[in-house]
Each structure stands twice: as C-alpha cells, then as structure tokens.
T-cell receptor, first 114, second 113 residues
C-alpha cells in the first residue's frame, strides 16, 4: 500500500531557531499534500494544502510566514517552522492524496521548543 | 460547511464484543468517507475508504457502511481485541472540488482483556 514517510519523528529545538519537517511519498506521486497540527487529546487541525510547483494554501489563522511550506517535487513536501517558540510545540502530521485511493498519513513529528 | 460528528467520544468494552462506531456528517454531497485509526503519539492509519457510489467496504474484522441520504457511516468491529484499542476517526471529503478532509473529533476505544 501507499506509504508516506515523515521525518524526523521527534525534534527538540531552542526558542528562536527554525525546524524543517519532511514528508515523502515513497511509492506514488503526490501532487497534493496536507499539513496538520494536533494538540493533546484533540483532533487534527488542517494548517495548509501543499501543491507541487505552486504556493501552498493556508487555512485561516495560520501564519504563512511562520510555517513555510515547500512542495518542490511530486514526492516531497517540507514544513519549516521558523523562529520557533514554545507555543509552536505540537504534533505535526502530513498526508498525501493518492487519487481515488484516499489519504495516507505520515507517522507524525513531535516538536518541542525549549 | 461540512461538519462531522462522532459520538460517543470514548468507549470501554470487554474483549470479544462486537462494536459499532458511529459517524455522522451534515452535507450528504460527499466524494468519499475514510476511517482511520490513531495510536497514541502516532500518525493515522487508514482502515477503510468508501467511495460515494459504494455502500460498504470490508477488511478483515472491520466493516464500514455509508448511507449518504441519512448522513451516516458506521464502522463495525467484530470480536474486539485489546490491540484494537486506539482512537478512531472518520473523515469526509466533499464533492465541491476541495480535497480537504473534514474530521470528526474521534472516538477513543479501550478494549479490556
């Protein structure tokens, strides 16, 4: 089946630094990928839709200058949290749409900003 | 605007029971509906995908049904096992061209040995 690989699974960074999270579709091409954020014991919150070769579409209330998304190829999308602060600590998950076969999710990244 | 609801938010059952998880959605014009499982601290695992033209899908002990007219989907788990303990989420995709998944808040299932 379709596999989406997400790295790193855990990252701890200092306040003010930037962190990059990668999301790769391993056995299919994904023209569209999605980035979610999940707070403890809450459901997923869609942050942005990433389209290969074009600018990402951000959901209302999501700061596009803080959460930079790049989808430079059909198999790779990256989310960079810039100038991270403790309130950015969260669980970030990506997903890719595989045509009519539905959505496949990465394993998530636990970001802790200290 | 599509809204997806899952009730109850949590369920605790003894091992071996047959379970029905409910999911309702407000806009019947969906493209498909997908059930996921999430283990603590992990990503989502796709369980079943039902296209709008289908009424049900089966995989092993899992069976998902879709009734667009009533805005409901159910996930049936046969002979539940402790390993089924997880949070189950349903999500719908609208027909309006948007590819966004609209999630329910999930149902935390605990199967006790």
């Amino acid at each position: 089946g379709a596999v989406v690989s997400q790295h790193p699974s855990r990252v701890i960074c200092k306040s003010g630094t930037s962190v990059k999270i990668e999301c790769r579709s391993l056995d299919f091409q994904a023209t569209t990928m999605f980035w979610y954020r999940q707070f403890p014991k809450k459901s997923l919150m869609l942050m942005a839709t990433s389209n290969e070769g074009s600018k990402a579409t951000y959901e209302q209330g999501v700061e596009k200058d803080k959460f930079l998304i790049n989808h430079a190829s059909l198999t790779l999308s990256t989310l960079t949290v810039t100038s991270a602060h403790p309130e950015d600590s969260s669980f970030y998950i990506c997903s890719a749409l595989q045509g009519p076969y539905g959505y496949t999710f990465g394993s998530g990244t636990r970001l802790t900003v200290v | 605007k599509q809204e997806v609801t899952q009730i109850p938010a949590a369920l605790s059952v003894p091992e071996g029971e047959n379970l029905v998880l409910n999911c309702s959605f407000t806009d019947s014009a969906i493209y498909n509906l997908q059930w996921f499982r999430q283990d603590p601290g992990k990503g989502l695992t796709s369980l079943l995908l039902i296209q709008s033209s289908q009424r049900e899908q089966t995989s092993g002990r899992l069976n998902a049904s879709l009734d667009k007219s009533s805005g409901r989907s159910t996930l049936y788990i046969a002979a539940s096992q402790p390993g089924d303990s997880a949070t189950y989420l349903c999500a719908a995709v609208g027909q309006g061209g948007s590819e966004k998944l609209v999630f329910g808040k999930g149902m935390k299932l605990t199967v006790n040995p």
